[in-house]
């Protein structure tokens, strides 16, 4: 079975800073982009960023450069972010995400597009930033 697993959100002051875990089970990251998507309460789930396995290049929505870092351990399966100076809203529900169109999450991820056709999905994992 396959199955995308969040993990690390929790509460957290602004300034401060969290490390969120995607772990994959019944596939490897190979040929995938990994992407985390958020959604704020009330607003439309938007893209964060992404890593693509095939060349490891990262890409970032404005609103988090500078601030979240993106990595893999394909070792582990598994994909990081980590937040940085995080601010009151960032607070949402991040998902991860894999997708065999590397371009389409990167369309996803760094423009105002939105499209969920990805070919796995996780559950979400709740990050809550206090002012």
């Known amino acids: 079975e396959v199955q995308l697993v969040e993990s690390g959100g929790g509460l957290v002051q602004a300034g401060g800073s969290l490390r969120l875990s995607c772990a994959a089970s019944?596939?490897?990251?190979?040929?995938?982009?990994i992407g985390w998507f958020r959604q704020a309460p009330g607003k439309a789930r938007e893209g964060v960023s992404c890593i693509s396995s095939s060349d490891g290049r990262t890409y970032y929505a404005d609103s988090v450069k500078g601030r979240f870092t993106i990595s893999s351990d394909n070792a582990k399966n598994t994909v990081y972010l980590h937040m940085n100076s995080l601010e009151p809203e960032d607070t949402a529900i991040y998902y991860c995400a894999a997708d065999r169109d590397t371009q389409h999450m990167i369309e996803i991820v760094t423009t105002t597009l939105w499209n969920p056709d990805m070919d796995y999905w996780g559950k979400g994992t709740l990050v809550t930033v206090s002012s």
């Open positions: 019944g596939f490897t990251f190979d040929g995938y982009a």
